[in-house]
């Protein structure tokens, strides 16, 4: 075998379908079978002295993310082999799933640049994809598809760098300036920003969120982000995210066995930042604001303790049972803002909030609760597209009345059963009578081994392309 050779002139990647075997003659002169089994690969020399390399998409339709997953293959190939340049015959892909699915295929190759402790714009920029095999009639359509599938990506690789960071590394005001010097790298004239600091949090009246932050010396802070394409509509989507950028527990310490993803409970934010940074840069048309809190959760002087009473942004007063329930405690707060200031038309909020989540949907599948059934027809939609994963979980009566306080107008902790219902359901009582959809990514925002091979272990990115195409316009 001849190491020392170069390629010459191209490299084009092209999936094939599982139909007949092929028996390919490599440039050693050796013949390989190929079926074309889902991810199956093979690597040859084609007529032209150019280099192939052929990716199985097996018999079945190619799911969302399978699409996703089959491009992110072929890009960590041409990383593996450093091959910076390179054709994607993406036509059995169009074929197959419509001219839409380049936004998948984009989205997959961009994940598949991705590196841990890199940067992912140093990733991104390292290679480059020339998509080839398209209809001339379809170029127009397709130049967009892919502008949007790539903005996407760099929505999920941005939350991922920023919950993969360690949390010495993001404490709550440097976690809000990474989000506001990404942002503002767009320059983009339909997005007002505005940092709260703890001082102002206080005389605001941001009771829950700064009783959190004041835990520990570095100071909790609050980020409104006001994406208005539309000044004209009345129309606006609130999201909020959790942004506890470490979690202890409090005086609830958690076990020193469940510290490991404590850096990591800031995903809710991370994604909602990484989404809008999707939608203006595409120039998307709805109006969408952003409502951040953002703190620590630490034992000290000033921590919360089991047993308190604190007020809230809305007026509620709360009763602490659980220092580690911390999140629905800030998220209480940054709701009752957006339905109040905000001139939210509804509102969706994502947090990594339960150990119950996990323990009931794994790590592939999100729970889910909504009041309102448009707004959940318009997020399944969104959730088809995406191919994330979700769960709606039902909720009643006797789950509102374990939450119940004797002592204040709600508790942060329920019975012992139900917990990622009742932490859903602390929240909906700051929404007022606004249609509220909510988020439960405990289990999807990070993954030790990873599920989908766009994944690397770490953090995922969830909730990004969904929250994404549920804002994008009709
Ligand atoms: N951030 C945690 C939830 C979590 C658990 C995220 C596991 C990721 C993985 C949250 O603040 C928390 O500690 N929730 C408690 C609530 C309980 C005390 C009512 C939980 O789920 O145990
Ligand atoms: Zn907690
Ligand atoms: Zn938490």
Redesign the pocket.
């Known amino acids: 075998m001849n190491t020392e050779k170069q390629w010459k002139n191209k490299f084009q990647i092209s999936f094939v379908a599982e139909e007949h075997q092929r028996i390919q003659e490599l440039s050693t002169g050796l013949q390989q079978l190929f079926h074309g089994k889902y991810l199956e690969q093979l690597i040859f020399e084609n007529e032209e002295a150019d280099m192939s390399v052929y990716i199985g998409i097996g018999k079945e339709p190619l799911t969302t993310n399978q699409i996703i997953e089959v491009t992110a293959f072929a890009s960590q190939l041409m990383k593996e082999y450093d091959i910076k340049n390179y054709d994607l015959d993406v036509s059995n892909l169009i074929e197959q799933a419509g001219i839409r699915c380049l936004e998948q295929v984009a989205q997959g190759v961009c994940l598949g640049t991705f590196e841990k402790y890199k940067p992912y714009e140093e990733s991104l920029r390292a290679f480059t994809a020339c998509f080839c095999g398209i209809p001339d009639l379809e170029q127009r359509k397709a130049k967009a598809h892919i502008a949007k599938g790539q903005a996407i990506a760099e929505g999920i690789l941005f939350a991922r760098d920023l919950v993969n960071c360690p949390s010495n590394q993001l404490k709550p005001m440097e976690f809000a300036g990474r989000i506001m010097k990404k942002l503002n790298s767009l320059h983009c004239k339909e997005l007002k920003i505005q940092l709260i600091d703890a001082d102002k949090l206080k005389t605001m009246g941001m009771d829950a969120l700064y009783s959190v932050g004041n835990s520990s010396a570095n100071p909790p802070c609050f980020l409104e982000i006001e994406y208005t394409p539309k000044p004209q509509s009345k129309n606006r989507i609130g999201l909020v995210g959790k942004g506890?950028t470490v979690?202890t527990?409090g005086y609830?310490l958690?076990p020193s066995s469940?510290m490991a993803?404590i850096k990591g409970?800031m995903a809710g934010a991370a994604a909602v930042a990484g989404a809008i940074y999707a939608l203006a840069k595409n120039g998307q048309k709805k109006n969408v604001s952003a409502f951040l809190p953002m703190c620590e959760n630490r034992i000290s002087n000033g921590s919360l303790l089991p047993g308190d009473v604190i007020s809230s942004y809305s007026g509620k007063t709360i009763e602490i049972m659980?220092t580690?329930?911390?999140?629905r405690l800030i998220l209480a707060d940054a709701v009752s803002y957006a339905v109040k200031k905000g001139e939210v038309t509804s509102v969706l909020d994502i947090a990594?909030?339960?150990?119950?989540v996990?323990n009931m949907l794994g790590f592939s599948i999100a729970g889910v609760l909504c009041d309102q059934e448009q707004l959940y027809q318009q997020f399944l939609k969104a959730a088809k597209i995406s191919g994330e994963q979700y769960h709606r979980l039902p909720f009643k009566k006797e789950h509102e009345e374990m939450i119940k306080s004797e002592v204040a107008d709600v508790k942060n902790?329920g019975d012992s059963c139900c917990?990622t219902i009742t932490?859903g359901l602390f929240i909906r009582e700051f929404a007022e009578q606004t249609p509220w959809i909510h988020l439960d990514i405990?289990g999807t925002a990070w993954v030790d081994t990873p599920i989908w091979n766009y994944q690397k272990s770490g953090a995922t990115g969830a909730g990004v392309s969904t929250i994404y195409y549920l804002c994008e316009d009709e």
């Open positions: 506890v979690d527990g609830c958690k469940s993803g409970d659980n580690d329930a911390e999140g990594t909030l339960t150990g119950a996990v902790m917990g932490a405990a």
